[in-house]
């Protein structure tokens, strides 16, 4: 029951053509707002995990993105304003609403059916509602491994309609989407005993819960982010995972998170000064003291633990004081150069 | 124009994130509710899984799924290999063994720590049978394969390499053996897996082949190849190991297909020695004949290695004796050897790596039979043409590689008797050995787009694994278009960008840079046709049109002036594209096409410890044109460190009774550390090569590992007058 | 890596009661024990902390050293007495692991070290005495290159790695403990014990019984001291052979030496046969050649060690020259 006009709102709409069977995030707003780099990062991987396609429908405007490309704006054609002014009603949302500010965000599972919805003020601005209600979307989508399973099975068996054809119906004739019964919850598996721990992290303070065998590591790279440190092989004979913990260099991997208690711990996020790299991030770029980057962090840790060290002078002192961090791409003779070269840049 | 930038060694382009820890590889991609996926193996080298208790771990806390042999999805597609460097995979679908760390299950849970807590909680019965994993056991099973290495015939022969024998003054006849060596990139392969729906899928993979990869999860799991997505942007160290897809990376997506959920999965650094491939051990017999004065009569090399019961690799080991020196008889003959291991893979210069390895200790055996410098040996036998083929050259500058060398490292003062140098207590060894590695070039293609703002973003499919190609790539379009490197982005490692081949054998800059050059060329064309109905130019003819430091201007009219951006800003669409399609340049069928070198190694033995270090290396490599010397410099001395630690460290053993691997992590396999590499000189011989593809560069990734264990292996020798020609050289070889 | 229980005592008393139960394991570095948590070969019920416990103090006085087990192996390497008054305790802790694992890595842990055997570190190896007692060992007949050759019973071939022990052991150095029923002294060599029949034993220290101190008394010896270790690559691995030793000299002739081993024995290995030879003779290559062959005396090879018969004896003259040339 395509028409020409909603064949021509296909062809504007290659990110829906592409994603036919496809979960989609819906959102309804006044328009996409700047999100900030870190916002934007976030929202990528909410939808990343959702497994999940964003359509930003605003007043005037039409923005399609998939968490790996980039943005896409489409421009607004009468039959598209028509059809997006359909999907309003459909999805029930007010324009007035949407002009004070007011967000909607639907999710659509692979069949086209209506997950989840949630209406919220964007008053600090909409990239960050959008944000907070995709994170309670994905929670929701996980809340309960029993009802998640339930779902995922149910999905399976389900007969996949074109995403395409689903809004065609909704546009088309008119048919409301249900919000499907939420399945009954079932009783939780165990839980893991978590404690609570607080981490001081390049002059932040972060508070967590983690199991005691959690290491440091996997609590930076998986709990907070902070991805720069790097697991080489999480058993202390890499280096790669090289931080400063009280401003001496360890290996994260052996250090349990449990254990590091109030003191200060310093990845390489915290080397650099805003804009300004330290000496040494800029002497290894300087002098190609890296190739792949996967030991680098740790080579940059290191390395300034043992400027603050100040026991290794010499070219074979470096060396040996460097021993304990691999690079498997063979870039040690351009790292003892950069490591010399950031000690006379900034003599400690 | 610009001032050109290729050529020039400007800082690596992506540094800046890496040195920052803002570079996101595989396993850090922000995935939100992501599930961690934890892969587990045999503790038994073959025969049969028969059961497998997963109640504990299904009951723990935080677990989601345990998918077994006997649970999980049956995959289409599972036992299909494709061509070329596809591997036949293990993806739970039987209960058969066929080597030890034999994938057995594949434990979901939502922390790292609570899968790999449930996995250790399994309990698995197997029905064991004995094995065989030694080569040197079972070589007499050997058979012929198909090809030595991906497509050379496993055997060769000209003129009458048994007469050459006989007839020769001086005769070398020897066994080589190099042990089975391990990869170990710094980041374990690892990647994200991301189910859209029921039949299209992300992966975040850590890979050297996402085209491979992306056909690979297409075949097992029977969906359309457009709807799978391979993202590959940062890639911590490949060196071969990653340019199949491996059993992983489909177990990693059937998890997230089986639960619903992205699933982020790592493999381990022990699952690192049985999962992805490794270096086969070969056994190299080598038989050289020499006239009097120096001149090779015959070559024989004849290399035996060992594969998988159910998948072939040969290491070609013996390709290099073919071409490298001038002789009329030579022959070389590769075997295969099927015993219960995992299937090995391409190991940085596969082949070339342990092959001369053993060419070039016998050359310095042959050098010591004629009592002549093992310089002037090789110069003696220089192949002024490829005599294997048959064809000439597309550009060789070894003799220049050997002078300049053998200069800087002062060869011309070298005592030949063993041990007659000293440093204090110390014995002095020099060694050379002659490089090379082939310069390939496959088909590949890329894009070149001018956006709205006036830059050009240039993308192709290709894999950055530390040699630079963000940057090399960035320069060739630079230079193409006559803009300055601020103005031109690269962009790879998305199967959305155009596609491009595996970034292995060295070939990435010749195959994908000539690509983007004529991307880039074709931008410029039609970007100078746009300019050309730009008003500000009209009653201006084509050729008088110039773009110059990223402006249009007319020439010999300084008042004209437009720049890209207003160049774009007056038209309808967003961006103006140039795309190219390459194929290998024809002209290279009538060459044949290797880069060479030469590397002269000094080692220092302590006379009662036996401890080798080597104390200096300069090796002069002749690669044709060199993109940019400073990643250029870095890539030659990564594979000479590589060479070091062949000739000394690196040795994979597996126990003979039960086939499992016995040195299973960084600990227990060495890889060479800072305190064993000193200052590495290298030299960058000019080199100009109109045949080999449309950016004249020869690819430098391996060549650096190429004769360098050699090298080391003959300074050992002339330090201490003891032959090892079984590496690595441990130093109680020495003793 | 299991589940586990995390406490924290207060004081040594809290410490005490804590760390009492065979499913409980001290905690200071972690270096060691980590690793074998995530390798699934210990898999205690709780960890007892000790940080907020030991004494991490090293203090020097008339008698000697007294260092706190708690004090991390980078402190002890560079503090200026030990570098000054028993060299060979720092140059065995400098040649150890990296300088990461020496800023983690306890005294008392360091002491308690287990051997770094594959076989033991993989739970996939099933014949393992250690792991296992009764179940076998499958380094006897397997890639045994570094294995010991001194103090190796049927059940267990298991080197200990490592360095700081065979420095101390060199040293006299006497070790003090803790225990719920009181405290007590042993000396260094009798903390750790031969495999035997029981290689899943490996010191004298009761369950529960905490390292507190380690003293090492000031002697001429001490000072005239050095370290040589034999290893595969120049840095960052584990001794194929090593030697510690100590030289007592009256003019040209040596008074006393202590030579211990490590790398070769199941235990830090005090060479006593050559100590003895050594007295009376001068501190010359000769004296020190004939002594260092002595220390193979009862050693059991395998084809893959047999080399460290050769190679130990040379580390030891390599120390001994070392050490003879210090004043």
Known sequence: MLDAGLDRMGQHFQLLARSAGQPLVLVFARNWGEPSPAT??????????????????????????????????????????????????????????????????????????????????????????????????????????????????????????????????????????????????????????????????????????????????????????????????????????????????????????????DKPVTTIEGMAEGERLHPLQAAFITEDALQCGYCTPGQIMSAAGLLKENRAHTDDEVREHLSGNICRCGAYANIVRAVQSARAARPT | MSPPVVGKGIDRVDARLKVTGQA??????????????????????????????????????????????????????????????????????????????????????????????????????????????????????????????????????????????????????QTYTTPMQNHNPMEMHGLTAVWHGKDALTLYDTSQGIFGVRKKMSTVFDIPLENVRVISRYVGGGFGCKGSPWSHVAL?????????????????????????????????????????????????????????????????????????????????????????????????????????????????????????????????????????????????????????????FGWASRKAEPGAQKDGRLLVGWG??????????????????????????????????????????????????????????????????PETPVSGGSMTAAST????????????????????????????????????????????????????????????????????????????????????????????VDPDLRQVRVTRCVSAFAAGKILNPKTARSQFMGGMVWGIGFALHEHTVRDRRSGRIVTRDLADYHVPVNADIPELDVIMVDEKDEYVNEVGAKGIGEIGITGMAAAVANAVFHATGKRVRELPITLDKLL | MRDFQYVRPKNLDEALEQGQGARRRFVAGGTLLVDLLRLDVERPESLVDLNGVLSSDITWDAHGLTIGAGARNTELAYHDKVMAEMPVLSEALLSGASPQLRNMASVGGNLLQRTRCSYFRDVGVDACNKRKPGSGCAAREGYSRMHAVLGVSEHCIAAHPSDMCVALLALDAVVRTRHRSGARELALGDLHILPGDHPELETQLKPGEIVTEVFVPSSERARRSAYVKSRDRASYAFALASAAVALELEGPQIKSARIALGGVGTKPWRALEAEAALQGKPATRESFEAAARLTMNGARATSHNAFKLELAPRVVVAALTAAGSKS
């Not at chain 1, 260099?249 to 208690?261: D, E, F, H, K, S």
């Not at chain 2, 402006?551 to 010999?556: F, K």
């Open chain 2, 432 to 497: 050379l050995a002659t490089a090379t590695y082939p310069a390939n070039q496959q088909g590949s293609s890329a894009v070149a787009r001018l956006q709205r703002d006036g830059t050009v973003l240039v993308q192709a499919g290709t894999q950055d694994i530390g040699t630079g190609t963000y940057t090399i790539m960035a320069q060739i379009a630079a230079d193409a278009l006559g803009l300055p490197m601020d103005q031109v982005r690269f962009e790879l490692g998305d199967t959305s960008m």
């Open chain 2, 513 to 604: 840079g000539s690509a983007v050059k004529l991307a880039a060329l074709d931008l410029r064309k039609k970007l100078l046709v746009a300019a050309g109905e730009n008003p500000m130019f009209l009653g201006t003819n084509a050729q008088d049109l110039d773009l110059v430091d990223g402006a249009l201007r007319v020439r010999n009219d300084a008042n004209k002036r437009l720049t890209l951006q207003e160049l774009m800003s007056s038209k309808q669409e967003p961006e103006l594209r140039g795309e190219a399609k390459t194929e290998a340049k024809a002209e290279r069928k009538s060459y044949s096409c290797h880069s060479f070198g030469a590397q002269f190694v000094e080692v220092k």
């Open chain 2, 252 to 408: 990693c997506a059937l998890a997230a297909r089986t639960v619903g959920r992205p699933v982020r999965l790592s493999l381990t650094r022990q699952q690192m020695f049985s999962l992805v491939g490794y270096r086969p051990r070969t056994i190299q017999q080598l038989a050289l004949g020499a006239s009097k004065d120096g001149k090779l009569v015959a070559m024989r090399h004849d290399v035996i290695s060992e594969t998988s019961q159910f998948d072939e690799f040969s290491e070609p080991s013996a390709l290099q004796t073919r071409m490298l020196y001038d002789c009329a008889n030579v022959s070389t003959s590769h075997r295969l050897v099927r015993l219960d291991v995992p299937t090995p893979t391409f190991m940085r210069a596969p082949g070339e790596s342990s092959g001369t390895f053993a060419l070039e200790v016998a050359m310095d055996e042959l050098a010591y039979a004629l009592k002549l410098d093992p310089l002037e040996l090789r110069l003696r036998n220089y192949a002024e043409r490829d005599l294997e083929e048959g064809k000439p050259w597309s550009s060789k500058s070894l003799r220049e590689c050997y002078r300049q060398g053998a200069r800087k």
């Open chain 1, 40 to 261: 934007l990062e976030a929202i990528r991987a909410e939808l990343r995990g959702l497994g999940a396609a964003l359509l930003v429908l605003g007043l005037h405007s039409l923005f399609c993105f998939r968490p790996d490309d980039e943005l896409e704006e489409v421009e607004p054609t009468a039959v598209l304003e028509a059809g997006v002014g359909k999907l309003f009603e459909q999805y029930e949302v007010d324009p007035g609403a949407l002009a004070a500010g007011q967000l909607t965000l639907c999710v659509l599972d692979a069949t086209g059916r209506l997950r989840f919805r949630r209406t919220a003020d964007a008053a600090d601005g909409i990239p960050e509602a959008l944000l907070r209600a995709l994170q309670i979307a994905g929670k929701t989508a996980i809340s309960g491994p029993a009802d998640a399973r339930d779902w995922l099975i149910k999905r399976r068996e389900v007969v996949v309609l074109s995403l395409l054809g689903a809004l065609a119906l909704v546009l088309a004739d008119g048919c409301k989407r249900e919000v499907p019964n939420a399945p009954a919850p079932t009783p939780a598996p165990p839980k893991a005993r978590e404690f609570p721990v607080t981490l001081r992290v390049n002059g932040q303070q972060h508070e967590l819960m983690v199991e005691p065998r959690v290491s440091l590591l996997d609590a930076l790279r998986e709990r907070l982010g902070l991805t720069g440190s790097k697991k080489g092989c999480d058993h202390g004979q890499c280096g790669a995972c090289t931080v400063l913990v009280d401003g001496r260099r360890v290996n994260a991997c052996l250090t349990l998170a449990i254990m590091v208690g």
């Open chain 2, 24 to 173: 996101q590889y595989a396993t850090e991609v922000p995935v939100a509710n992501v599930l961690y996926g934890v892969v587990v193996t045999s503790t038994r080298a073959k025969g049969r899984l028969e059961a497998l208790d997963a109640k504990a771990a299904e009951a723990a806390p935080g677990v989601v799924a345990v998918i077994t042999p006997f649970n999980a999805a049956k995959l289409p597609g599972a036992k299909k290999k494709g061509e070329g460097i596809d591997r036949v995979l293990q993806l739970l679908q039987d209960q058969d063994i066929a080597y030890d760390d034999f994938p057995i299950a594949l434990v979901v849970a939502d922390s790292l720590e609570r899968a790999r807590g449930a996995a250790e909680l399994l309990k698995a019965g197997y029905a064991a049978q004995s094995v065989r994993t030694e080569l040197e056991t079972e070589k007499a099973q050997s058979y012929k394969p198909k090809t030595a290495g991906p497509r050379a015939p496993a055997d060769s022969s000209r003129g009458n390499v048994e007469q050459g024998l006989q007839q020769a003054f001086a005769r070398v006849e």
